[in-house]
């Protein structure tokens, strides 16, 4: 569980983070959402203690960040696969971190196995690529077996196996009950895997929903392509839906897909094409945080 | 924090560069094996003096501490800004998010590491740099240390563990900065500042503000901790206070950046203080007030002053007078040591004299001394008698019965009087005991911090008086060509017929092998003791004169030059001697007569009543006839050549109208430390029985005539003594300085 409870962080003149409020839950993954320089990392700062919050709170599992004594028992993160010297061992650095946290030096060895590093756990890092980065900050996330996990894009830099792998990771933890967020850029991958959402846009809270309801929001009708399109048209008009010719095919609102293909076979007409449209995510996405976007570019008139 | 300090100790050991790092340490052994390695080759391409010259290497970390120092300070250092360089701080501050707690989890592992390689590292540099230096390490040199220093010598040991306990607070420093600064090189630039360039730059202030400044810098602390021979200006309590400021105030910065910077801003009240506290304690000054009196300057470097002393001691509120003294202040940047106070011989001779003359052989000792030195009440031109009554005297004759004895007596008597009658209150009071006395008002005046006696001549009577009387007032005494005052007379005796025909036994065999000698080709020995045993039964007349030498007139005469040959290879006294023997055996005296008079005005030699007026109140005469009888009997028994001689002085005393308040008396050995005596062929045997009083005493012995060394600078002989006066270490008995070579 985490709560974001009216945060505000400047830097300086800039307002990082405004007045910002949503809660993660346990057992769903939640999705945080936003454009870059809405305010993701600095929340995800916050949260773990690295920044002091100018006002508001932020609590993990009830209490702040720095109070808790083994807090790696508590919160696992990956912020930064970065944040780590070259010069150690996969092995070593985790030893180092479990070390500091009283963990075990056993658990080392189970995480490095579990991300996929035990073959090359005596290797240094300086060697590492972004991917094997990548799964090593989440080794260390996962060291002091958590309830509360946060990752700050960790598809980043992975190819696709590695994105299924943390996708299903991901999910694996929720399942469990864990709490797990995940901040991205990319709404597209995030329909892949959050349960929930939370959007921000300069620093504020655009939308904190549940992924289906904001998919829902989103609808934009059924695209059906049929051997006699203006017999179809009838009868869709005939149930209720409203319908209009688009690009040679029938736009349908009003009628989910289901309803769509029974109502064509007892008719006996043959379809060739019956797809449910959104607006993709992307779209609803870019649409939700267009206002806020602070480095987009210039909007073509 | 303990599960935070164990895994700092598993990053220091999980980095391989750390240990690239610790291993280049090892420079600092190899550094010092270098720099001794070239002093060694300079040594032995020099000869005698110059190798005095030398500066002392020391327990022999010098060369290579900075770089050791620099090395565990980039340590501590790099265990943060490598965290900050490679963005693990993130991870760390998440994995351990109470800032303060981090930063002071690296100090145990970083202390543990840099404790053990620096007390590695400053015992490989001892240990090589003596391998290195081999037995020249226990050359004494002319600031009185030696060239190297053993484990085995004072404070050597406790140096090197206080500068490898150094080390772990370099380290902390460089945490500390490493914390406030967070970049690595902004670091190191740092370090480099703090432990190479600002004691460089303050070296180049004018003095004292340079070397004061120095003694502050982290690098010059170690060394002012112990009371070795690496003594500091701060006190060691001063310093040691100062070197943890250092970490603490480090620390403290870079606790309070790395709080500010989590925006938990907690004023580290505790370090703070700590700081405060241990900066302030180098305030404290290192020594009690300083002496009220008010020194004016009055010759070259010479300050004068001037003590009231009471003319007679046994009535102190009595009738006073002014004695000047004068010193050469401690010009070094050392913590000064005391004073060393210098006691003129004669009796009669002005120590400020001395000091005007020879006080350039004493640079060396000012970097931890003051010398401090008088013009004593018996100083024959002082003024209260006249000059010509103490500069001159009766003549002396050995009396052949007791009636002769009787004459002499009254002879002496009246001379004496004719003396006393300017001022007898004063007269009376010449002895060495009221010398004494009165070294202990000067020192009183100085402040009262015990004296470092450095007594030549007869003031080594003065010395021995003064360790008698006030041996609590002693730090140490050296006595250069003294007198014994306390030896059975009659071992006393034997001592300096000795001595006197020892020197004559030189000078016959120069004479065989040297043209410029008057008397070559003949038996120097059957000469003189044909002449003296021919002019004991007939005088020599001086031509042209009433005067004639008896044989004791020519032995009198002729002592001085037979134990002073003047400078080699000439030996100018020596062919003086032989010229006027040569001269007297053809039956004129007057060659004795005429270097005699270019001295003393007489024809003869004057029983001096200025000497005399010290000599009798000391005891040198004789306590009856029957001890003349006896003393001269000895004489006969101990020297073929000289015999009678040695009665010259204490004859002075027969009649003599003052008492003898100040007699020999054995010194308190149990509360005195060891003496250090040194003493030419001549004066070296009188010595060693002087300092024998004192168990554990040692003497230098010079290979060479002449008398006093300290003063005329004999660069060997200076070296011994100002490692004792110094350091208070004798060398083994049995120590031998050998004349310069000749240039």
């Known amino acids: ?301 | 924090m303990l599960d935070a300090i164990v895994a700092e100790w598993l990053k220091l050991r999980s980095l391989r560069s750390n240990l690239y790092l610790l291993a280049f340490s090892a420079l600092s052994v190899l550094i010092c094996a270098g720099v001794t390695f070239m002093v060694v080759r300079g040594f032995d391409t020099q000869l005698g003096d110059n190798r005095l010259r030398f500066t002392s290497l020391g327990a022999g970390m010098g060369n290579g501490l900075p770089v050791a120092y620099f090395v565990m300070g980039a340590l501590g250092a790099l265990s943060i800004t490598s965290e900050h360089a490679t963005g693990l701080i993130r991870t760390s501050l998440v994995a351990v998010p109470r800032r303060q707690a981090f930063l002071f989890a690296k100090i145990p592992a970083l202390a543990a590491v840099t404790l053990v390689a620096g007390e590695v590292l400053v015992f490989g540099m001892h240990f090589v740099t003596q391998a290195v230096l081999g037995d020249r390490s226990g050359q004494v040199l002319i600031d009185g240390r030696t060239l190297g220093a053993s484990l085995t010598d004072p404070g050597v040991v406790a140096g090197l563990l206080v500068a490898g306990a150094a080390m772990p607070l370099v380290a902390m420093v460089g945490l500390g900065l490493g914390t406030l600064i967070r970049s690595t090189a902004g670091s190191l630039v740092a370090l480099i500042m703090i432990l190479f360039v600002l004691p460089i730059v303050v070296q180049t202030l004018p003095q004292p503000t340079g070397p004061q400044i120095g003694s502050f810098m982290m690098a010059n602390l170690p060394d002012q901790i112990v009371a070795g021979e690496e003594s500091g200006i701060l006190s060691p309590i001063a310093a040691l206070a100062l070197l943890l400021a250092y970490p603490v105030v480090a620390l403290t910065a870079g606790a309070v950046a790395i709080a500010v910077r989590g925006r938990g801003l907690r004023p580290l009240l505790v370090g703070g203080l700590m700081a405060a506290l241990l900066v302030s304690v180098t305030a404290i000054p290192s020594s009690a007030a300083a002496a009220t009196l008010p020194w004016k300057a009055c010759e070259g470097d010479l300050e004068c002053a001037a003590v009231q002393v009471p003319v007679d001691w046994s009535k102190p509120s009595g009738r006073k007078i002014s004695l000047r003294i004068a010193r050469l202040p401690a010009t070094g940047t050392h913590r000064k040591i005391g004073t060393v106070f210098a006691v003129p011989g004669g009796p009669g001779g002005s120590g400020i004299d001395d000091l005007k003359k020879s006080g350039g052989n004493f640079t060396q000792l000012r970097q931890h001394f003051d010398v401090v030195t008088f013009e004593p009440r018996n100083t024959t031109d002082l003024g209260v008698i006249p000059f010509d009554c103490f500069a001159t005297g009766p003549w002396i004759t050995v009396p052949g019965n007791r009636t002769e004895y009787d004459r002499l007596a009254a002879k002496n008597r009246k001379y004496a009087e004719q003396c006393r009658k300017a001022d007898p209150e004063y007269f009376d009071n010449l002895d060495s005991g009221s010398v004494a006395r009165d070294i202990e008002a000067i020192r009183d005046a100085l402040g009262g911090e015990k004296l470092s006696l450095l007594a030549t001549s007869y003031g080594g009577v003065v010395a021995t008086t003064y360790a008698r009387l006030f041996s609590g007032s002693v730090r140490a005494v050296y006595i250069d060509g003294g007198v014994d005052h306390l030896a059975d007379p009659a071992i006393h005796l034997r001592i300096r017929y000795e001595a006197i025909e020892g020197q004559f036994a030189r000078l016959s065999a120069w004479c065989e092998s040297s043209d410029a000698c008057a008397l070559r080709g003949r038996d120097v020995g059957a000469v003189w003791r044909g002449l003296t045993a021919a002019a004991d039964r007939s005088p020599v007349p001086v031509k042209g004169t009433q005067v004639a030498y008896s044989g004791f007139d020519f032995k009198v005469a002729a002592a001085p030059d037979v134990i002073s040959p003047g400078p080699a290879p000439d030996f100018p006294n020596w062919q003086r001697f032989a010229r006027v023997v040569d001269q007297a055996v053809k039956g004129d005296a007057s060659g004795f007569a005429d270097f005699v008079e270019q001295a003393t005005k007489t024809k003869k030699v004057p029983s001096f009543r200025g000497m005399d007026a010290t000599h009798c109140t000391d005891g040198t005469g004789f306590d009856s006839y029957e001890e003349f009888q006896r003393m001269k009997a000895l004489g006969q028994q101990f020297s073929p050549n000289f015999a009678g001689n040695e009665l010259w002085h204490p004859l002075g005393c027969v009649g003599w109208p003052a008492p003898v308040t100040n007699p020999p008396k054995p010194l308190p050995a149990d509360q005195l430390p060891p003496f250090l005596g040194a003493g030419t062929w001549t004066d070296h045997a009188d010595v060693a029985s002087a300092v024998s009083g004192v168990p554990g005493s040692s003497t230098v012995r010079y290979n060479g005539s002449g008398h006093g060394l300290y003063l005329t600078g004999n660069q060997c002989t200076i070296s011994h003594a100002n490692r004792y006066l110094t350091f208070l270490r004798l060398p083994p008995k049995g120590t031998v300085c050998e004349p310069p070579t000749v240039k």
Not at chain 1, 78 to 87: K, P, S, T, Y
Not at chain 1, 94 to 112: D, K
Request: hydrophobic fraction near 45%.
């Open chain 1, 1 to 301: 569980m985490i709560e974001v409870t009216a945060l505000t962080m400047r830097y300086g003149d800039a307002l990082a983070v405004d007045d910002l409020s949503f809660a993660v839950k346990p057992g769903v993954v939640t999705g945080f959402l936003g454009p870059n320089g809405a305010g993701k990392s600095t929340t995800m700062r916050v949260i773990l203690g690295l920044e002091a919050p100018d006002s508001g709170s932020a609590l993990v599992g009830g209490r702040p960040y720095g109070s808790l004594k083994k807090p790696m028992l508590e919160v696992g993160a990956l912020l930064d696969a970065g944040a780590v010297h070259g010069g150690r061992s996969a092995a070593a650095h985790l030893w180092c971190l479990a070390r500091s946290n009283g963990i075990g030096r056993g658990r080392v060895g189970e995480v490095l196995e579990l991300v996929g590093l035990a073959d090359v756990a005596d290797r240094r890092i300086a060697g590492f690529s972004l991917g094997m980065r990548q799964r090593l900050g989440i080794a260390a996330a996962l060291l002091g077996d958590p309830g509360v996990l946060m990752f700050d894009e960790p598809v980043n830099g992975l190819d696709p196996e590695g994105i299924r792998w943390i996708r299903e990771l991901m999910r694996l933890l929720a399942d469990e009950g864990r709490t797990v967020l995940v901040s991205s850029h990319l709404m597209g991958e995030m329909a892949l895997t959050a349960d929930h959402v939370v959007v921000i846009g300069r620093g504020r809270l655009i939308v904190d929903t549940p992924m289906p309801d904001l998919v829902e929001r989103f609808q934009r009708g059924v695209l059906v392509r049929a051997a006699a399109p203006r017999a179809l048209a009838d009868v869709l008009r005939a149930s209720g839906a409203s319908v209009r010719e688009e690009d040679g095919g029938l736009s349908v609102t009003g009628l989910d897909a289901a309803r769509i293909g029974e109502l064509a076979l007892g008719r006996g007409i043959a379809l060739r094409e019956l797809t449910p449209r959104s607006a993709s995510l992307e779209e609803a996405f870019m649409e939700l945080t267009e206002e806020s976007v602070q480095f987009g570019a210039g909007r073509a008139a």
